[in-house]
């Protein structure tokens, strides 16, 4: 899917991408995002903790959109976009839908990391790899987005090759 990415759309790439190297770094998977008003000025960013926190549910996107309800209007999350390394899981997506946090744009989509770890012999992740729009259908999403999928890819492979350890 080609789309047209504005300078605001890479700086916050850059960001989640920079984000899931450090959740990685921390020994948690590589995901990161970032939440952005309608003026491009990012509010707040969260990266992936579940084994820092012992908790399987703490997800970038889901901390993000626990934030917006607690800090924003319903207005304002309606014109917000998260940011995001890799494309939400179900529980995220369907957490965004019922906030009503307006756009969401992925470095790799669900079914690219998906096809990653089968292509490295890893199992399938423990919920469907279902798209964003299937979960919540009136979220905007624009995924993937390229480099920064490839530059995803590669954050991936490390840390499945951490798993093989």
């Known amino acids: ?9 890479e ?3 850059r960001r989640c991408v920079a984000l899931a190297i450090q959740a990685l770094e921390k020994g948690d998977d590589p995901f990161g995002s970032v939440l952005v008003d309608a003026d491009g000025t990012m509010l707040a960013e ?3 903790r579940e084994q820092s926190d012992a908790d399987p549910t703490a997800h970038p996107e889901l901390t993000l959109v626990r934030w917006a309800i607690a800090h924003l209007t319903p207005e304002q999350r309606a014109t917000s ?16 839908g019922w906030a009503g ?3 969401v744009v992925a470095a790799a ?23 964003i729009t299937d979960v919540a259908p009136g979220v905007v999403v624009t995924v993937p ?8 890819r590669e954050v991936h492979r490390r840390a499945a090759a951490r798993q093989d350890r």
């Open 1 to 9: 899917m080609s789309t047209v990415i504005t300078d605001v759309d």
């Open 11 to 13: 700086s916050h790439l």
């Open 46 to 48: 969260a990266m992936n």
């Open 81 to 96: 976009t998260i940011y995001t390394s890799g494309e939400h899981c179900p529980m995220c997506a369907a957490a965004q």
């Open 101 to 103: 946090v307006g756009r």
């Open 109 to 131: 989509s669900t079914r690219q990391l998906a096809e990653w770890r089968a292509s490295w012999g890893l199992p399938p992740g423990p919920v469907a790899a279902l798209p």
């Open 145 to 152: 987005v390229a480099p920064f999928d490839a530059e995803m």
